[in-house]
């Protein structure tokens, strides 16, 4: 091989491995939900926090291994339950699962601390 030959080999390798290490798509910006657009930011420490416009909407949580796990707080719902969160009474567990690409979720929710109810979803898909 010529030095021409090598010296692009090694550029290519240099451009794929830089490629394959580029970071993940992070979650900061608007998603289209279930429940509106929510405005996501995602921390450098993985902590996940946003808004949503039903009743004055928030969300808590940290991102792991693909999944965000928190909270949604809101200033009325239609259950209050018996402990507040971040000021509010309105809240519940949320769990979001992202997809490969990074540009969607598949998502359940609760009311409160209790557990997961069957058709309680919250999907969301990237708009920016």
């Not at 930011?41 to 902590?47: A, L, P, T």
Request: glycine content about 12%; hydrophobic content about 35%; overall charge negative.
């Amino acid at each position: 091989m010529t030095t021409k030959t090598l010296a692009a080999l090694a550029l290519l390798s240099t451009a794929a491995l830089a490629q394959a290490a580029a970071p993940q798509k992070p979650l900061t910006g608007t998603w289209t939900t279930d429940f509106g657009k929510v405005r996501m930011v995602e921390g450098k420490q993985g902590e996940v926090s946003g808004t949503y416009d039903t009743d004055d909407g928030r969300i808590t949580g940290s991102l792991a291994n693909g999944v965000i796990s928190g909270f949604w707080v809101e200033s009325a719902s239609d259950y209050t339950c018996d402990t507040a969160k971040m000021g509010s009474r309105h809240w519940g567990r949320i769990r979001f699962e992202l997809n490969s690409a990074g540009s969607g979720w598949t998502g359940i929710w609760s009311y409160c601390d209790y557990e997961y109810v069957e058709g309680n979803l919250w999907n969301g898909k990237r708009t920016d």
